[in-house]
């Protein structure tokens, strides 16, 4: 007899899949979701997948989500799927893009870019490459990957 643990829907709130293996505790780490939050969470994290090796994959109870957190989870994870739940169905589903133009949510790291400085500036990034991830600083052109971003998120 095979034994299987499941995690219950919920009512109210969002489904993240298709978070690439591991990644799903930086996911709630952008998102300020801690144990001081008020929000509950369930986390599978190294899910087998036919689209990817693993997956993660969030529920966050009574939580939605603004454009900027989209923006900061397609940096960690730019297949993830959103679903919004409403009375314990799916209202609205869709995935996280990479924005173009990436402003105000990364900090340059370059410690000479005038972003970085005394200036009210807010940083701001283009998107060079999806795969593998290369953005560049629009003021002082320094280019940054994976790596770099999601240690600068």
């Given at each position: 007899m095979e034994r299987t643990l499941r995690i219950s829907k919920i009512r109210e709130g969002i489904v993240?899949?298709?978070?690439?293996?591991?990644?799903?505790?930086?996911?709630?780490?952008?998102?300020?979701?801690?144990?001081?939050?008020?929000?509950?969470?369930?986390?599978a994290m190294f899910v087998q997948s036919n689209r990817m090796k693993t997956k993660d994959v969030l529920k966050i109870e009574s939580r939605f989500l603004e454009k900027s957190e989209?923006?900061?989870?397609?940096?960690?994870?730019?297949?993830?799927?959103?679903?919004?739940?409403?009375n314990y169905e799916i209202s609205e589903k869709f995935t996280v893009e990479i924005p173009k133009r990436i402003l105000g949510i990364l900090k340059c790291n370059n410690q000479n870019c005038i972003t970085?400085?005394?200036?009210?500036?807010?940083?701001?990034?283009?998107?060079?490459?999806r795969s593998p991830l290369v953005?560049?600083?629009?003021?002082?052109?320094?280019?940054?990957g994976e790596s770099e971003i999601h240690s600068s998120l």
């Open positions: 993240i899949d298709h978070i690439p293996g591991g990644k799903s505790l930086k996911v709630l780490s952008v998102l300020n979701i801690g144990e001081k939050s008020g929000y509950t969470v369930s986390v989209l923006d900061r989870i397609a940096l960690i994870a730019p297949d993830a799927t959103i679903s919004v739940i409403k970085n400085g005394r200036e009210p500036i807010r940083p701001e990034f283009e998107l060079l490459s953005i560049r600083c629009i003021f002082c052109e320094r280019n940054m």
